[in-house]
Nanobody, 128 residues
Framework: QAHLVESGGGLAQFGGSARLACTAS????????IGWFRQVPGRDREGVSY??????RTAYADSVKGRFTISREKTTVFLQMNNLKPEDSAMYYC???????????????????????WGHGTQVTVSS
């Protein structure tokens, strides 16, 4: 059975850094996309970044451009988060798009609708 497990969350300081990891296992088909999302209570899940495992294309939400970097090492996808702000505090989820049609538009690839396998999330809290 396929699993995505996030790690690396916790408490970070304003202006500090954190690195999240998403480790994939049990997939019988290679995901086409791995995405990072975040959610705070009462708000929709927000796409933060994605990495295409087909062509290594990446994209970022405007709110994190220049501060966050997505990368991959074997079966783990990382989200390096620098210059953290209190508004980055959220539950962070990684997700995989497996076996479905992948949109060519970054906006769609950053949408939760594109993904059909999710981890349980890891909390990031940035102190002001």
């Amino acid at each position: 059975q396929a699993h995505l497990v996030e790690s690396g969350g916790g408490l970070a300081q304003f202006g500090g850094s954190a690195r999240l990891a998403c480790t994939a296992s049990g997939f019988t088909s290679v995901p086409k996309l791995i995405g990072w999302f975040r959610q705070v209570p009462g708000r929709d899940r927000e796409g933060v970044s994605y990495l295409s495992l087909i062509d290594a294309r990446t994209a970022y939400a405007d709110s994190v451009k220049g501060r966050f970097t997505i990368s991959r090492e074997k079966t783990t996808v990382f989200l390096q988060m620098n210059n953290l702000k209190p508004e980055d505090s959220a539950m962070y989820y990684c997700a995989a798009s497996v076996g479905n049609r992948v949109s060519g538009a970054d906006e769609e690839r950053l949408s939760a609708r594109q993904y059909n396998q999710w981890g349980h999330g890891t909390q990031v809290t940035v102190s002001s």
